[in-house]
């Protein structure tokens, strides 16, 4: 049993995780601070059920302000899921928010855990690091040129993360998840927006020609790999976390449309600064080292996804 801080447990992928670490018997401490990135009571209703379980105990706070060299003692294991989400939304003033919450927190929380009896610390990362490739698929070893603030201060993260563990031996790792959706996906993200406009009978804004294709991964294969970088021996490495294969936004509202049994309606706009043209994760790696092997099919996991926001 690991005793596991999961920062940013509230959210979409923070509660899963969570409640799958809950469910295997661990106990774990969540801490989220409920930004405004969207509504509060989406974040609550996330960990309704968590908040009722022995082993999860749940601390309302910001990074930046807690105490956290008393929060880590008897703690195995932390999970870093707490970040400001969005690509679109980086960019101006805003991005200080990014910096904040993306940047300064990886290093408050990783200047503590380097004096704490932690045997892994897993970092969030996002294949907004990457940019735009000239070749697919992605691989760890290409050079990262992100095209947005956002993924300006992931790639911050992950380089902290490494010097963390190359000066003080911290055990890190750094997962890029690729475009994650599924049940309590953010109300912003483009599945979620897409059943709702149909389901509504309302406009679905496309940003771009639709013909801009991502690797899609299902949350159950996030928290699956995320828990096995957790539990894994290996430290000081980075791994990307897709699900192997690449969709377009066009098939995906054609696929929506058969599941859904109603016909979308579609307003194609400008595509927005920071949007990438196409993504696909070498998931090699993740496979040969963490034994990971992504399982949900996209129609299966769209099926999941379009009764979680019916039943909302």
């Not at 990262?144 to 790792?173: D, H, M, Q, R």
């Amino acid at each position: 049993m690991m005793k596991v801080l999961v920062t940013g447990c509230a959210g979409f992928i923070g509660s899963h995780v969570s409640e799958a670490l809950v469910k295997k018997g661990d106990e774990v401490i969540g801490i989220d601070c409920f930004t405004d990135y969207y509504p509060r009571k989406i974040k609550e209703k996330n960990i309704a059920n968590l908040t009722k379980k022995q082993n999860f105990r749940f601390i309302e706070g910001n990074i930046l302000k807690l105490d956290l060299k008393d929060l880590l003692k008897n703690i195995n294991c932390i999970i870093h899921e707490a970040a400001q989400a969005g690509v679109r939304a980086s960019w101006g003033q805003s991005f200080r928010i990014y910096v904040d919450n993306n940047i300064l927190a990886t290093q408050k929380l990783l200047e503590a855990a380097k004096n704490s009896e932690i045997k892994k610390f897993v970092y969030a990362s996002s294949s907004s690091v990457y940019g735009d490739v000239n070749t697919l698929p992605m691989k760890e070893t290409d050079k990262p040129k992100p095209v947005s603030p956002y993924g300006v201060s992931k790639l911050a993260g992950e380089y902290l993360c490494y010097l963390y563990w190359k000066n003080f031996n911290l055990p890190t790792i750094s997962l890029r998840y690729f475009t994650v959706y599924g049940e309590r996906q953010r109300p912003d993200m483009a599945f979620h927006r897409f059943i709702k406009a149909i389901l509504e009978n309302k406009k679905i804004t496309m940003y771009g020609d639709g013909n801009q294709t991502r690797d899609f991964t299902y949350i159950s294969d996030i928290v699956n790999a995320t828990i096995s970088a957790a539990e894994s021996s290996i430290s000081g490495e980075v791994f990307n976390i897709g699900g192997g294969i690449r969709t377009s936004l066009a098939e995906i509202i054609c696929l929506l449309e058969k599941l859904i049994g109603k016909k979308a309606k579609t307003e194609y706009v400008k595509k927005q600064m920071g949007d990438v043209k196409h993504t696909l994760a070498d998931i090699r790696k993740a496979k040969n080292i963490l034994d990971y092997k992504p399982t949900m099919k996209i129609e299966e996991g769209l099926k999941k996804e379009i009764e979680w926001i019916k039943k909302q």
